[in-house]
């Protein structure tokens, strides 16, 4: 499994990522999307959501077609977010920063939802991929998970083990101040592959109203590893 990337000392398991934008509340939501092509699938597309897919990790998953997604597997991702976020040069430089430490983490995708901002902060979604040990187990991860996550200072850490289409997954939800000071809450799935581990990270500081949202996307996360 990754290390942590929180500053500390590095430990065994991968916490969390939670990229935090620092774009003004008064951002305009971009009109571009950065999403991949929609593709046939037999995953029931809620309304108003669009089906993308990482061919490069097998993956695929529904995101309100509100969102704008960067696939962090293409070749040409900056061109994209560049593109997709044209109108808002900043933001786009501030979510570059983050991307580039996301891929470092074997980042899969990046997604933002400009229709909720609040504080300075704008609600995410980052989809990490690493490679399944002998010990990436529900039973195993979750009280480690749990301990970690209180080492690191996330406020109320609740873990429950969930059934997802893919199968049992850790689902971890908890606030986070990291360090620009933007308090917000993550809700964090360890979703298990044959071989992989994906580690699916939701950041927000509007959890009543994007809860079902959140729940919702990870009802239609499908990977074949």
């Known amino acids: 499994m990754a290390s942590c990337t929180t500053g500390s000392e590095a430990v065994s398991t991968t916490l969390p990522i939670a990229a935090a934008t620092s774009a003004p509340t008064t951002t305009t939501a971009p009109t571009t999307s950065t999403a991949p ?29 509100s969102w704008v997604m960067i696939d962090l597997t293409a070749e040409d991702w900056e061109d994209l977010l560049s593109e997709g976020l044209a109108a ?3 933001v786009a430089a501030l979510i570059n920063e983050e991307a580039r430490a996301i891929i470092s983490e074997g980042g899969l995708l990046l997604a933002y939802d400009f229709d909720h901002q609040s504080g300075g902060f704008v609600s995410n979604v980052n989809v990490l991929l690493t490679e399944r040990g ?5 039973e195993l991860i979750g009280p480690l998970l749990a301990e970690q996550l209180e080492q690191f ?12 289409p893919m199968g049992e997954a850790i689902k971890a939800s908890y606030d986070w101040a990291p360090e620009t000071g933007l308090t917000h809450t993550t809700v964090q799935y360890y979703v298990f592959g044959v071989e992989a581990l994906y580690i699916v990270t939701f950041s927000t500081k509007d959890l009543v109203d994007l809860e079902f949202v959140f729940e919702t996307i990870m009802s239609t996360f499908d990977a074949a590893t």
């Not at 092509?37 to 077609?65: F, Q």
């Not at 200072?153 to 997802?164: Q, S």
């Open 37 to 65: 092509t929609t593709t046939t699938s037999t995953i029931a597309l809620p309304p108003r959501y669009v089906l993308i897919e990482i061919k490069d990790a097998d993956l695929r998953m529904a995101l309100p077609e």
């Open 134 to 138: 002998p010990t990436d187990v529900p």
């Open 88 to 90: 808002i040069p900043d």
């Open 153 to 164: 200072g996330a406020v109320a850490p609740a873990i429950d083990e969930v059934t997802l």
